[in-house]
């Protein structure tokens, strides 16, 4: 039974965007954050972003803040992830966590 699944990655290349989107078939609860990690080949899970349920509160990791943004939308339990101006250093593993739950990871290439 998956509980989290992500979606929208792909190869893209430098200065490209794409948004990737997490849908939870669990229930979100207000004071639940949801977040969105990135793992890349020989390195250390990283955190990218986050967003509080109730309040919608946003926070972003160093490396992405002014290019990805994270929305939510609690009607469809669906957190997306935009990101902009994608470097290949974005290359990686996206997954997206809330609770104790981890999705499978959706895959990000970016490359000239």
């Known amino acids: 039974q998956v509980q989290l699944m992500e979606s929208g990655g792909g190869s893209v290349q430098p200065g490209d965007s794409l948004t990737l989107s997490c849908t939870a078939s669990i229930t979100i609860y207000s004071s639940d954050r949801v977040f969105w990690y990135r793992q890349a080949p020989g390195k250390e899970r990283e955190f990218v972003a986050s967003?509080?349920?109730?309040?919608?509160?946003?926070v972003y990791g160093d490396s992405v803040k002014g290019r990805f943004t994270i929305y939510r939308d609690a009607a469809k339990n669906t957190v997306e992830l935009e990101m902009n101006n994608l470097k290949p250093e974005d290359t990686a593993v996206y997954y997206c966590?809330?609770?104790?739950?981890w999705g499978q990871g959706t895959r990000v290439a970016v490359s000239s």
């Open positions: 967003v509080k349920w109730r309040d919608n509160v946003k």
């Open positions: 966590n809330v609770q104790s739950y």
